[in-house]
């Protein structure tokens, strides 16, 4: 089901307004009827909605009533962080064609499910699709093991190689999706969003552009803008921000493909509550503010780590020397938050640095509030084969950070103790 403020999107936040005000405002207040309009929406945390009569239930099924019939379906809750992602992720897409441009989303229970339901949804039997070759682990087994299964073969390639990727693009003309993380999870490769869309689509005009914008988020870096046909969140990191909720969410500009993704969600039910939407859009509320925190800190951390003689490199796009930092200071507002570096002494150097850290809480995910740091290797990447793992950089040495909002001096100071322990 689509509701009234899906298809007419406060026409203002698009086109108006600066984003932390869309960040707050966007989607508010719309669905509350009456006179009890509470200041901070409402959770409609039910399974199912209540008809007026049988005509109004008949109207809702056959599509020709707006409104709302079971969550699965649909919820005013979920409906609001929708409508405010819309407005996040899609104000340059709408300004270029206002009057015929809707951008749409589609939340899911979780980042995979936002993810597995895009590929589901456009992909079939026989289909292929190019692929990053530095993908978070999930997102590597659904490509290697799962989709397989269906008939949907996939092609890897290192997309931060825009010539490298045209060579694949031109041997495989009839592919009917790309697929990539910007920048990658864990080694920060960056892809040229715009460049990379531009050419595949110059070879196959039919071909979806999909891309996970986790680590960014629409405020660092808005892919529909750039060329792409989708931008896929794990809202469980920075859009949430705290820690406290998994979900997923899957924005569009193109109407065929957010009915298809809505079929994804209808059939296969992975709805997200609706306290963990209510959750993720009381986040982006404050996105812009953590953000700026989170990079501020980020780029300080870097260029110690830079500096220790126990860190062998350090994978970070904000350092004029990375090979993309070019790409990412054009595409993306600031360089983000994650850093990955690798310690002098492998894999035992790495666990006595992480068993001996303080502040800094040892856990996988990212984008909280408060600083993680975890071991891909052993972790986030374990079901990655061995051969593509270090392949694309993720050695037993590697260790991950997604920087918070602390003092940075403090989160320097449990860095240097425990790197003075290897």
């Known amino acids: 089901m689509e509701s009234t403020l899906d298809k007419n999107l406060l026409k203002e936040f698009y086109l108006d307004y600066g984003f932390q005000t869309r960040a707050l405002h966007a989607g508010e207040h719309v669905l509350q009827p009456g006179k009890a309009i509470s200041h901070a929406n409402a959770i409609y945390q039910s399974s199912t909605f209540v008809f007026q009569n049988s005509q109004e239930g008949k109207e809702l099924f056959s599509a020709k009533k707006d409104g709302y019939i079971y969550t699965r379906l649909g919820n005013p809750t979920t409906t609001v962080f929708e409508a405010k992602m819309n ?107 715009e460049a990379l869309s531009k050419f595949a689509k110059s070879v196959n005009p039919d071909i979806y552009i999909v891309v996970d914008n986790t680590f960014c988020t629409p405020y660092l870096q808005r892919p529909l803008a750039l060329g792409a046909d989708v931008s896929l969140h794990s809202t469980t990191k920075y859009i949430g921000g705290h820690g406290v909720l998994i979900g997923g969410i899957a924005v569009t500009h193109r109407d065929a493909i957010k009915d298809k993704l809505y079929h994804m969600v209808k059939d296969l039910g992975g709805c997200p509550s609706p306290f963990d939407t209510w959750l993720a859009n009381l986040g982006l509320k404050t996105l812009p503010l953590r953000m700026e925190r989170i990079c501020s800190n980020t780029r300080v951390i870097a260029h110690f780590l830079r500096n220790h003689n126990k860190v062998e490199y350090v994978y ?69 084969p061995e051969e593509i793992r270090l392949k694309t950089g993720v050695t037993d040495g590697l260790i991950r950070i997604s920087v918070g909002i602390e003092d940075v001096e403090d989160l320097l100071a449990a860095l240097e103790k425990a790197l003075e322990l290897i």
Do not use: W
């Open 316 to 384: 970070y796009p904000g350092f004029e020397d990375h090979p993309h930092y070019d790409v990412a200071r054009k595409q993306m507002k600031d360089f983000g938050g994650m850093i990955s570096f690798e310690v002098k002494g492998g894999y035992d150097a790495a666990v006595k640095l992480l068993d001996n850290i303080h502040i800094f809480s040892l856990a996988v995910s990212l984008g909280s509030v408060d600083s993680l740091i975890q071991h891909p290797a052993s972790m986030t990447h374990a079901t990655v």
């Open 87 to 193: 407005a996040l992720e899609g104000k340059e897409v709408k300004m270029k064609d206002p009057d015929n441009t809707r951008v749409s989303s589609v939340a899911f229970a979780s980042g995979m499910a936002a993810i597995s339901s895009t590929a589901l949804a456009l992909l079939g039997n026989g289909d292929k699709v190019i692929r990053g070759d530095s993908l978070y682990g999930c997102t590597e087994d659904l490509f290697l093991t799962t989709l397989p299964k269906y008939g949907i073969n996939a092609i890897s390639v290192d997309t931060s190689d825009l010539e490298m990727f045209k060579q694949v693009m031109q041997e495989n003309p009839d592919a009917k999706m790309v697929y990539f993380e910007t920048p990658t999870n864990p080694t920060l490769k960056v892809t040229d969003i």
